[in-house]
């Protein structure tokens, strides 16, 4: 992309011109500021991206290498995504070996206890969100992500040294989980430095390699089983020391905050909360990820491995293939396609306990990858369409947020119906209803906006004849 400079403008003559020229600009802002909080997107007028662009290129006089160097910042954030959500979406062979080492047969909720292990790093992950955006904003993506990437590798190093479930909260649940958090945030920041034109490549690339990671990783797992648990997590720590190498490839190219928005004014600015359908969209998403990890969890048969394979597989067909529909699809009707895969993850969620021969668990769990991908993919397109650019990034760092605790809270409920009940059945039917209501709630977002606009519209007529009336009585003479 070429940067474009405007030579200077000579002075008009009539300073009047001038004055409404400025009132006009700022009457403009106001009204596209109102209908961001209202809920409804500001049209914008043809080639106003592109100006926005070169604009903010001018600010900072910066233009993306678009490659080069880039691409091995690419690779350190495949490595970054890969290991760590392939470690998380495999923690069912890790939960089975935990279960075995923790075995007490006078202790009736083995199952819950040792799944709060799993769901505490998950749920970490998606917690320390808002946090990451304020350390990344204040520190740069290269600290952030080195300092994270090593704690991450620290816990789960410690975690094999660990001897009670009680230490292993923390070791893995605690210092994984966060560490994981801090060091992922930043690889998705930092593509934003060395691609602009091309940065939906790089995404694609880092979601289709981080996608061989979950396939991969299960059947490394396997293979790790006889060696014990202790000897898995020292060899999945390294996974991370390498990660903190790589990360120091993140080398900004823009100051902090990635100059990818306005300077962070507040460490926590609530703005995003004030629209109304980001409000239902965070409200519908949050409740329907309370079922959402309990299959990466407690499926729980002797080749679960050959299942997470599946899960990953079809996760990162999903990924492409959805983007690429994704794009194809105007404004908020994107929310349709999450809205499809919520229902979708529920009734496979439903029916994994239905499945009586392994083959019918191999195509439910293509499904939910599948459902897994389009979810994901979908986050960030839609937030950008309920805040607009400016404000997508908290949107997605508070979303996040706002996921933990019922991805948390999900696979421990399950392991306890579980030892309650001493089978799967009451804890997969259950699992599949939060994501089916949440689908319900994000059905009705678009039809908000919708109605928000009409309103905006009428309201608008109105506003202008009552401005008219003002101005005309004010340039009465009495």
């Not at 003559?13 to 001038?18: E, F, I, L, V, Y």
């Not at 306005?262 to 909360?273: D, G, Q, S, T």
């Not at 019918?360 to 293509?366: I, N």
């Not at 599949?432 to 994000?442: A, R």
Request: charge should be neutral; aromatic fraction near 10%; proline fraction near 6%.
């Amino acid at each position: 992309m070429v940067v474009t400079e405007h030579a200077p403008r000579e002075p008009d003559k009539n300073t009047g011109d001038q004055a409404v020229g400025s009132e006009c600009k700022m009457t403009q802002e106001d009204s596209s500021v109102q209908l961001i909080e209202a809920g409804c997107k500001p049209p914008l007028s043809p080639g106003a991206e592109s100006e926005m662009r070169v604009q903010v290129q001018d600010k900072h006089g910066f233009v993306a290498p678009e490659g080069g160097f880039g691409w091995l910042v690419v690779f350190a954030a495949t490595w970054c995504n890969g290991s760590i959500f392939g470690i998380q979406n495999s923690f069912g062979i890790l939960h089975t070996m935990l279960v075995n080492e923790h075995a007490d047969p006078d202790d009736k909720t083995s199952q819950f206890k040792v799944a709060w292990v799993g769901a505490l790093a998950m749920g970490m992950i998606f917690f320390c969100s808002p946090v990451v955006s304020m350390f990344t904003d204040c520190f740069g993506c290269r600290k952030t992500a080195v300092g994270g990437a090593a704690l991450a590798f620290i816990g789960l190093l410690s975690t094999s040294f660990a001897n009670s479930l009680g230490v292993r909260y923390f070791t893995y649940g605690i210092l994984f989980g966060g560490g994981s958090s801090f060091a992922f945030q930043p690889s998705l920041v930092i593509l934003g430095h060395y691609f602009r034109q091309r940065l939906g490549l790089a995404n694609g690339v880092v979601t289709a390699g981080a996608s061989l990671f979950s396939m991969g990783l299960p059947v490394l797992l396997k293979v790790l089983q006889p060696l014990g648990l202790s000897r898995t997590f020292q060899i999945l720590s390294l996974f991370m020391l390498v990660q903190a190498l790589l990360a120091l490839t993140f080398k900004p190219l823009l100051p902090a905050g990635g100059g990818m928005g306005p300077p962070v004014k507040k460490y926590f600015n609530l703005r995003v909360f004030h629209i109304i359908t980001y409000r239902v969209w965070a409200f519908g998403v949050a409740t329907a990820v309370l079922g959402y990890f309990v299959p990466y969890v407690h499926l729980g048969t002797e080749k679960e491995w050959v299942l997470l394979v599946c899960i990953g597989a079809s996760s990162g067909v999903g990924r492409l293939a959805f983007g690429k529909i994704g794009d194809l699809i105007p404004g908020l009707q994107k929310i349709y396609m999450q809205v499809v895969s919520f229902m979708a993850l529920g009734l496979m969620s439903i029916m994994i306990p239905q499945c009586w021969v392994f083959e019918g668990l191999v195509v439910v769990c293509v499904f939910l990858g599948l459902c897994d991908g389009c979810f994901l993919t979908m986050m960030a397109p839609i937030a950008f369409e309920l805040v607009g650019p400016m404000q997508a990034s908290q949107a997605i760092g508070y979303l996040l947020g706002l996921m933990a605790l019922p991805m948390t809270a999900g696979p421990p409920i399950a392991g306890l119906l579980h030892d309650y009940f001493g089978n799967y059945l009451v804890a997969f039917s259950l699992a599949g209803v939060p994501p089916i209501v949440g689908g319900v709630v994000l059905f009705f977002v678009p039809l908000i906006h919708r109605r928000l606009q009409r309103n905006q519209a009428a309201a608008s007529p109105e506003e202008t004849s009552t401005t008219k009336n003002q101005n005309g009585r004010s340039g009465m003479i009495p």
